[in-house]
């Protein structure tokens, strides 16, 4: 029993609600002898659970390190200009997007040490994440960040085609460290990073992302846009 607390705390909270909703429904189907049902409810109640896990993570502490904010696959590396409503101008910047499926952790993280300066919410559609169109067509919320070197950086998240909700508790004016969780998107997803003048992405397409842990980018090297191959 005293590990019970331990275990909930696994989940995180916006996910207890879904996870004992379909537990008790999965519960109700096996009473009423209906073990068909039943058995589609367990296998529900656990993806949910799975969905919603929240794990620990440990982030490399330098000054200048750009960490992953979604855990995913790096979808594509390009130039593209922030969202107008974060007020950077026209000028395109180095776009790292990262997309999450439904079997991803889905609490974002910080990607760098600093202060939001700015938050967006913008209406939109539900389009499939994975499209580049989604940037801009989908409901998405911007966030502006300023370094601790003033540099600025804008990361989005961005809703999907399955989700339906985006969850943001960052707040405007407050100090934020990497890796420090600030939302959270259902149920599947994407995450936008649009790095300052001068700052290269260091992973390539199709390179697996940890939130708050792999590397997407570094204020200190002059290394240019990495590219990346499959190996076998």
């Known amino acids: 029993m005293d590990n019970i ?5 696994y989940f995180h909270k916006e996910g207890h609600k879904f996870i004992l909703g379909f537990g008790a429904v999965t519960v109700l189907f096996y009473l009423l002898g209906i073990d068909l049902l039943g058995a589609l409810g367990l296998l529900l109640t656990i993806w949910c659970a799975y969905f919603f896990r929240d794990p620990q993570r440990v982030t490399p502490i330098k000054e200048g390190l750009v960490v ?8 594509s590396v390009c130039a593209a200009v922030p969202p107008q409503e974060l007020g950077l101008g026209e000028e395109a ?3 790292v997007s990262i997309f999450m499926n439904v079997f991803d952790v889905h609490v ?38 300023k370094s601790k070197t003033d540099k600025e950086y ?5 809703a999907g085609l399955v989700a339906r909700r ?6 405007d004016g407050k100090d934020y ?21 001068g700052v290269h992405s260091m992973v390539a397409v199709g390179q697996r992302a940890v939130a708050g842990e792999t590397v997407i980018a570094n204020e200190k090297t002059n290394e240019r846009d990495r590219e990346g191959e499959i190996r076998t």
């Open 68 to 75: 992953s904010p979604a855990d995913g696959v790096v979808q």
């Open 93 to 95: 910047r180095t776009r």
């Open 108 to 145: 974002n993280r910080v990607p760098i040490d600093g202060t939001i300066l700015k938050q967006v919410y913008t209406p939109g559609k539900f389009l499939n994440a994975s499209l580049e169109k989604a940037s801009v067509d989908n409901e998405r919320h911007a966030l502006l960040l």
């Open 166 to 171: 985006i969850l943001c508790w960052a707040e």
């Open 177 to 197: 460290k990497a890796g420090e969780r600030f939302g959270l998107i259902r149920f599947g997803s994407r995450v936008d990073v649009y790095l300052p003048k």
């Open 154 to 158: 804008a990361f989005v998240q961005i």
């Open 5 to 9: 607390p331990a275990v909930i705390g």
